[in-house]
Structure formats: C-alpha cells, structure tokens
C-alpha cells in the first residue's frame, strides 16, 4: 500500500499543498461512535500555524465529513474527511521548480515522479497533508476513549531546551491536550519559543524531541513478530515529515545501561501486575504489558531556511545556488504534536480492532 | 499480517526455542539468483554464540533448503529453510513456566495466549527465531549483489565503549563482512569484549548500538506516505528482540541543529547529484536519494541476568523473586549485527520489486 | 483492508446513496498519464440512468479531480475522484429504516452496524458507489491503453434473450465502447430491452449475463497461489453488487468436457506462441498465457421490485409485508458492464505494477 | 503477498512436486484450540489418491508439526506442517523440461520464471502442494467446530452425471465428512466412477462440479467492499488448481429468473430470521445473513492425457506433438474436494478473526 496506512483500521490520505483539497479517509472504525465536530476543529487548531513562530500562511481548515458520519455517528462504512486549500501563493515557487531545497524532498520526488509530480508548495510532500491526518486522528483518538485510553504528547526539547519529563500521566495528559505549545512545564516553553524566534531573526530554523505517554491501553496487543507494538508506532511516525529517530521507553540510553539496571521487575498490587520502573516503554516482546507506552520522536530542524544554499538544479543537474522566499515555518515541532497524537491513535485502534474485534471501541 | 514481512518480496518465520524445529519461507524473490550454501552458512556462523561473550547453548544451525532452489538457483517460488534445534535444555526452565522473567515477554506472552504459548527458552519470542531471518537474507543479500548494492553493519558502542564511525564505505563493508565481532576499529572491539566478559563476572549483561550504512541504492525508491523507507525498515528493525530505538542519518542529534547545519547541499559531480554531507542518512520525503542509507539501532542490555530478581507468579499474581539459570549471553549485540543486516536485506528487496518489477534483481 | 482494492495500484472508495458525496482515491498509477476528463464522462454517462429501463433518478455525475492530477497528467500521488450527491429522494425511504428489502442488504448491514448504518437509499451498499468506481477505473483505462490493452464487456443474456458471442475482438471491443446498451448483436439488444420493459410493467425485475475479453495483456502476469489472475478479478467482480457468478474461458462448460475437448493446443505461428482455442479463457495456472482473458459474471435481478414481499421489521424482529415505493431499476445489468470495465482495468494495472514495476504503465 | 492468502488468520504454502518437502504454515489461529493429529491424518486421506480413478503415485502424506502446538494445542504462533515427498519418478520428466503440457502450467511458469522453475511434476503449479491447505486446513475446521460452525462438499457432477442436491445439512454434512468419494447419492457415485474409468480407458480425463455448504456461520460477517464473502471465498477457490468458475446460491441461474423469483423473503421464527429460499447462498450485501453458506465450484478435467496433442517446445518456440508419460489422475474432483473444504474453512477463520478478534475461535 500507497498512501494508506492500517488493515482493520485504515487511514487513506490525498492531496498537495496547493492543489483543490487535501484529507483523508478512514475506515474501519466501530459505528456508533459519537463524532464531535467541535473536537476535531479544537485537534486542527492545535496543528495549524502559531503566530511568529509559524508560517504566514493561514489556511481555516474547516473539516467537512462528506461520508460515515449518520446522526452525528460513525456508521462502520468509510468516513471521508475534505479540506479545501485557500491561502496558496503559488507564484512564490517559480524557481522552485527545478531548484531542489536542501532537506526537502524536491530532489527524490522528481527521480521518483520523473518531473511530473506537483511540486508547489512540496505538494504531496508538504506537512499540510497531515491535517487529513489530524482530522482522522481526532475520531480515533475518539474511539479510543470509549475504553479510557488517552494519548499525550509534550514538546520533550526545541532548540536545545528540555521540558521536564512525564510525571503524573493522567493529569498531565490532560494538562496537554489544549494547549497550542503543549510542555509541561511553561517556563521551559517561553525559552523554546525564544530559541525559534531567533532562529527565525537568522533565517534559520529549530528541531526538538517529542515525547508521549499513552495510558490506559490492554496488556496482550501486539505480535511478536513482524507487527511489533514498536514496529506499527514506529512505520506511521517516521512517515510523518521531519522525523528521523524513535525510541520507545529509555530507548537510545539503555544501549549504555546493564541488564540489572534496564529490567523492569514485575509487582502484584490489588492483583493487578505492574512493574516498579517503565525502562520498557510499556512493550515487552512486541506486546503490551499493560503500564503506559512511552516513546520519543526526533523532529529535525525545518529544512525550509532563508539562507543561501547550495543545491542543483533538476532538469539540467547542474551546480546553482537558492535562496528560498515564501513563508515558512522556522519550527514546526509544536505543530508536528498534534500528527504524533493522530497517527498514534490511528495505529492503537487498528491493533486493538484486530486483537478483540471490529465492535471493541464503541 | 503476523509473522509474515514484506508484499512483493516477503519472508514468513516460524518456531519454538526448544520446539523441533524453525526456519523460514522467503518468497518473491526473482528466479534465477545463484544461491550459495556456504555464504548461507557463513552467515549462519556471524549468528552463531562465540566463546566467552556468548550463551553456552551451541546450536549446528544447519540449514536446509527444502523448496524454491533449481540447479543452485532460484525458481522464483518460495524458497523454505528450515533448522533443527538439536541443543535444548528444556529442564533448565521448569521454574519459568510460572515466573515471568523481567525485561522478557513472559508476562505479555502469557496475556496474550492465554497460557498456552510455549514458555520453554523464551519459545517463539526466543532470539533463535532470528536463524530462520538469517537464513532468508543471506539469499537477500545475494539478490543485492547482483545490483551491487552492499550492507554493512558495525557495533558502534557496546558497555560504554564506541568504535570509530563509518569512514571509506566501500572498504569498510567489506571490512565487517566475516567479523565475527564486527567493528571498525578492533582496540575498541577488545574493550567492549572486555566490558561484556566484566559485566558476565557479575551475573549481568551489557548492550549497545548497532550502526548500518546500505551502499549502492538507486535514487527514488520509497513512498512519501506511509511507506517511507524509513517506516518500511523500523517496522522490520523494531521486531529484532532488543531493539528500543531507531534513528536515521544523524537522528537524534539533528533535534539540537539548526536547519543550516542539518540540510545536505546537493552537488552535481559529473552529472551524478550527491550531497555534501549525509545527515538525512540517504532519505528524503521517504525515498532514496541515491547517497548511502545510514541508520542506528538501540539494543537493550539482554534481560536473562544471573542476580536475583523482583517478579510475579503469572498463574497466582502473586509476588515473588527468581534467579534464572540455564545457559545465557551476556551480550546479544555482536549477533545481532547479521540480524541487522539480514532484515534490511529482506526489507529492500522488497521495496525494490515493488518499485522495478519482480525480475529487477536477478 | 475494507474499502480498498489493490497493493501496488490501489482503489479506496467512499460515500453513500443519499450522504453529500460519493468517490474513489487511485493511488499507485505511474506519473505521466494523460488524464481525458471527456473520457472519464463519457464512461459516467455509460453508468447513468437510460431511459425506460432504468430508475427515474437521475444524478449529473460530474466528477471532480481534486488531487493528483497536473498539468493534464498523473503525478503519481493519489488521484482523488468526487461526486456530489443531487437528486435525493430520502422521503422515499421512512419505512425502510426499519423494514428489510428482500435481496437486499438491509438486514445483513444492520446486523453487521447495530442499526447505526445510513440506510437511505441502501447507503454505503447502493450501486450508486460504483460511480467512484467507474471513475477511476477510467483512469486505469487509460493506463492500459499505454500498451495497447483493451477491455470490452458486452451483455450476453438479459431477461434470457441472448447476445451472440465474441468474434473479431479488435472491431467488437471498438463497437462497445460508447455503445449504452452493450450488444453485439443489436436485435438481441432490442429484444432485451422489450424483456426488461415487460418486467417493469409487471413491478419486476430481470438479470443476466455480462461478458468480458480482455485484449493485449502479456503473458507471465499472475501467481500460481494466491493471487491467480482468476482469484484477483473474481475478488473485484464479486463486490459488484448483484454479482453472484464468475467463471473464465468455458467456465461452467468444462465440467461436462474431457480433457482432449478442454486443452488448448499451443501453436507457434511466426515465432508467438498462441492457442488454438481459448477454454482456458487466456489464464494457465493462474498466470495469464498471451491469449485474451475473457470470464462471464452472473448478475442477479435487481431487488427492488414493486410486488409486495414478505420481510420482517429489524427493530422487532416481527413478521411484516413490504411494498417498496421510490425510484428504481428494472435491469441494472447494462448499467453494470462499465463497472466490470472499470474493476477490471484497476485489478490488471495492479497486477502489472507488481510484475514489471510502478512506471511500466506510462 | 503471492503464497499467502489471509491476513488475521493466514496461510503459506511451500514446495513442488518433486522437491524435498512440500508443506504450510498456518498462523493466527487462537492459542488453547485441540490439533486432532488423527483427524489431520483423515482429511489427508481424503485427498490421496484413490484405487483406479486416481494416479498410480502413492505418497504416505505424514504431516509433522514442527512449531506451533505446545501440549497438543494451538499456542497462538505459527503453526508449521511439513510433509515429505516420496513417490517421485522424475525420470518420467525428461521430455517435459520443454514440451509444455496444453492445459497445464508449463508455458506459463516457463514465460514467468524465465525457465527457472523447477518443471518437474508441475513443480510448484502440482496439485500435490494442495497437501499443505489440507494440514492446515483441517485445524482450521477444527477451530469452526468450537462455534459449531461445519463444512460440507459433495460432488455435485462429475463427468456429466448429477448427485442430488443438498437435503437437511446437518445429516448431508455429516455424511461426507468421511467418504474418498463424496456424494449424497451413491447410485449417482457409482455412475460417476463408471464415468472416471471409460476417460481413464481412452487416455482420458473428465471434470466435474463441486457443492459447498456451510452452516453455523452468524450473521453479519464479510464487508460491502471489497472483501465480501463471496470475494474473499472466490479468491481462495480460484487458487486451486482446475478451478475456473465459481458461483453462490442459485449463481448463473439468477441470471435467467425475474426478481420476485430471485428475492428471498425474510421470516422471523421463534426470534429468529431466517429466509424462506436461500437463492442468496446465505450473502446479502457481501455479508452473511445466518442462512447457510452455499457456493458451487467447477473443476475443468484434468489436463494430463494420453492422447497426442499439439504443443509447442518452449526452448525454441517450434510446434511439436506430445505424448504425456508418467502417472495421472483421471479425475481430480473426488480430491479436490477437501481442498475446498480446507481453503473455505481458512478463509472463515480469517473473517471471523477480523470480525470477532484474535480469541473468538477457541
């Protein structure tokens, strides 16, 4: 598969940054799941550009459902979600289609399209195909909450400032899940916005960590092999642009830790099985054990800067040079929040659809 | 799909730690590809425990190629391997039928199947199934040859200890090709085998990272969505037992760059389009562009330690302690390189059918 | 996967009977094709209503393009088709939220949704969604015609009057194109027609036969297991709704033969290897042999009829009699050929992606 | 995926004709369900040859199980069976490495692997590899059986002689469950081998047709598109060898009725709906509505004669003539017929996996 990500449930995404519409549909869901209109506006309002640290592009994002979706609930046939482009200025792109930018993916689109790819604004490229995403995501993350289970995600480092970690999961999930630079804490945030605004003052850009928690979830999803928990988390967040690295409960620092240090030991409190530390991740095997998924996600820097850069051009693969105008996001991090929730959510209710049925989450 | 990885190209495994036998089926491949037992076999060999650093268990890992090769060649069919486990131990896991061992997935098995899954040596959670994995992409491996696209993977930290980075690649590939501890520099490989034998003084085990470099992959190849090469590969790299975390280029470290330092310039050099430098790893927008793939794997310290453990009684929920015994490795790193390799192998080959065609490799 | 047909090349489809839109996303076609909106009509007005013989609903069926085309042509990213519902008549169906039409899938979809589907008009199931098909399928017409592939379906039965055969398939598959009534022999045709109105003016319905030869295709497309050639076009053909038969080349006929009747002689005339009959219907061993594919699907007589039927209440689970009301078709059949085209053209360019890559159709 | 059919519940199959080993992997099944090996062992039964209709090549069919079952159950990974051949006589080839047999798989397989394929007995085309579904199969009969839900074919034709048809279920189904030659009427049986043994006396072959019913099945199982139950049933039985048509309830017979014979009213007895006809084979929709699973298959004769016919030499395209040598069946359809029931039952624990989660069958 193409653009589709999910087998029971499944997200099909379409469009480019200046074409007529982008979205999304989705499919799979239980019927009878409570679809909330206003939830979805709040969820793409937390993807949508952010004063000076975002892009002078402003597009509403009004979501239409244009199928699935009978008295206000999902009707188990596929929910077609359509947004229409308003704010393009294509003619900022002349150049742009021949010049590669650095980091873009400009380059690889016209070996893989042969130039005939849509390469305004990124097209099929560009972050703006996640808010079809988003809308999706804000469904499932819907669905999921049939059962209790909710997802965080909190901008962990932007530009070289670290928030603190998670500490009480359901208050702070809850803490996040309005919030437009979603940390923990705010004075950590008011530096990271400082670290993009002069990012931006220099024509530069900034990159950061996220990190969520997902609480709630069974023990028993998952497969050993090849379906891992990590595996499916993993194949949908490296699909979203900019990010370059996942690591699941200590990650990257258990490379460095002994065996005594990293095992998480097993506790029975009330009956119920725990374990005293979460090094895992709340995965064992593939397979959820029943205390949080926690994962992290690298975000490079936003490769659209303002710099002059070296680059080639595409139709005559010679050696040019490219200064990009338009306007561009210097970080897109706290905007990237949002499409980790989504996809997240979108990956969990596939699993547990495959695991205890169609009719689980509703 | 469960233990089943791939479309076009795809290998399906099977087996039991201590059941008759494991193996795996590789499908898809062109027909015609030469397939050489004793590269198989050197593979095998690069899986294989090694001396002080590794489990007591020896296993032969004969395999045997029981369909899908004609005359030395593949048909184009699918090509089954299967191994005979000839070394269990069965009665060194009594105790574990009811103790989940921490950091194991004996708890999330137990879930997941109900009780019914066999427990014995970690059954078909066990980092045995990888021969079958081995087995497969070796033939991968040999499909890639014939395009001259080469995998290398070195232990870049082990304990604490780090090897050089990857310098000339095409030397250094083939450096790493019959180590059986694969690293760049050797001083660095005799610390880590230093700090795997200190840690087994102590009843205890080390992990590491793993670094792979793919040389020799045409530009465009891979999806923008969902299968970005980064996805396709995580999801199989995410299902090596051990492996937390997965990074691509300079992954992590380019969440603290800025997007100056982060972008690769593009250069044309006798009409062939490089970049500068590789800190997208050989990826952008999720398709090759024809520069080395280079990407980091986490590998947890093994959790079968020899020290007294906190745990619980899966059948009670009561809470206990156990101290494993049997036969185990100290450190899993050096073999997992060849899982590493073996994955990626299969992984590619897969895309690359999809893109060009089942003959493409042949 | 649920709404989605196809792996390389791939076919999502949406909406309802009586929702605001209806479509279909194309993903996988290779970039570069020329995108005919004449000729994406021209298939519509081949799907529409005709006249006496069909239902007085009538739909404008414009089909808008709004991502994946540019510049006229394929970019290689998802093609997305939408149609805006019009000529609505929910008022029609009060009582059919809670009575079930004999032969419908009234009962079965409030099964399956708990009562939660969008029973309007039949919703998700109305043939009404075939349009996104057809419009896509158009599409994929268009990319066989790149290598001189043509699909050509005639109404072999209707009512029990029956069409003549294939002859010279080059002038037949030409002499279908833009025919409404798809005969071969237009006497046939009118006396189908006078067997349908004869139907209608009894408050019945009729069905019949389609038949369909495929010209062009090249041998070796195809699997052994699975994903024979029979097993991928009967898969597509029988989520047409009122498809309840397939069967390629002699079909059915091949039961009563012997061997020495059923095989096709291979000749080698000027150095192409051809049969000297076609029973085989141009697929050996699942895998197509140069020949022309020809198969037969059986179309049931529509259900909606104006007799009045036994049924029972799906709220009370009661006994109740049913006297449908509204707009509908007498015969479908002639409405269904260009259906069968379309899933046809989108299973065959599947297929050939995945035996000779994603740019052999451009 | 080529050699695997099914996605919660799937199968792969290995081998050819005159390899070492042929055999199946079956994965997905729920842990804890009962493998009858001695059950195993009479489904294979079923499928061997049989006294003077079927070829003198005898295979003993001992299926081991290597992976999977634990304490003689299920454990919910891949369950692994081999079979090994025996009865090879691959001296009888020689002539066939380049004489394609008409109506076989040998033009076909040599244009698609380029003359690798291993040719020998049909190699992987053989309707020998069938031995693996019927392994697998039967465990996956024994999984319906946990909901009562049971598999009946009968040899509705076979070489223009008719059995009855189906009757009461639950004795017919019973009936078969243990005949080499399954028939309702064993008159009509008789005259059917009467029938098989004239062809087999001229060097030649007869077909025949096949009726399935399945009964037990709930309600609301299968998708509007494009995985209806007659798509995913037709998929699976298209695959097997000689297969070429495939219809569900009154099938080809719809074609000619009007709809008010066609519609199957709905009565609700005892709080329970049924239908008074089951013209529908049980599928409304796509979806089973609680009736019994009807579907008729047809199976061409079986292509290997003994009289001369025309064909062409592969290697260098010239006409030739051919006389087959060696050991065939002169009906297949008495042992296709556990085939059918095998890949039907395979393909009803996928869909009710997917629709009822990953434990439902246990």
Known sequence: MKNTLGSSVSVTIFGESHGKMIGAILDGLAPGIHVDEEF??????????????????????????????????????????????????????????????????????????????????????????????????????????????????????????????????????????????????????????????????????????????????????GEPWFDTIESVLSHALF???????????????????????????FRSIDGKIVTDTNRCGGILGGITNGMPVVFRTAVKPTPSIYKEQQTINTETSENTSLVIQGRHDPAIIHRARVVVDSVTALVLCDQLALRFGTDYLA
């Not at 975002?54 to 244009?66: F, N, Q, Y």
């Not at 995403?133 to 965080?152: C, D, E, P, Q």
């Not at 999930?173 to 919030?179: F, G, V």
């Not at 620092?253 to 005594?260: F, K, P, Q, T, Y």
Request: include cysteine; charged fraction near 20%; proline fraction near 2%.
């Open 40 to 221: 979805i506006a709040s969820q793409m309002n937390l993807r949508k550009a952010a004063g000076s640290i975002s892009t002078a592009r402003h597009e509403a994002d009004a979501v239409k459902i244009v199928s699935g979706v009978f008295n206000g609930k999902t009707t188990g046939t596929p929910i077609t979600f359509i947004i229409e482009n308003q704010d393009q200025h294509s003619r900022d792109y002349g150049e742009l289609a021949y010049k590669a930018r650095p980091g873009h993916a400009d380059f690889t689109a016209s070996v893989k399209y042969h130039g005939f790819q849509d390469f305004r604004g990124g097209g099929h490229f560009s972050g703006r195909i996640t808010a079809g995403l988003v809308a999706a995501g804000a469904v499932a993350i819907s669905a999921l909450k049939t059962k209790n289970i909710r997802i965080g995600t909190h901008i962990l480092s932007c530009g070289g400032v670290f928030d603190r970690n998670f500490g009480d999961l359901g208050s702070d999930i809850a803490s996040l899940s309005d919030k437009t630079f979603a940390v923990l804490d705010d004075n950590a945030g008011e530096k990271m916005i400082a670290a993009i605004e002069a990012a931006r003052n220099d024509g530069d850009s900034v990159g950061g960590r996220l990190e969520t928690a997902v609480a709630g979830l069974p023990a028993g999803v």
């Open 239 to 265: 699909s979203i642009p900019a990010v370059k690295g996942v690591e699941f409960g200590d990650g990257f620092a258990l490379c460095d830790m002994r065996g005594s240090q990293a095992n998480d030991s």
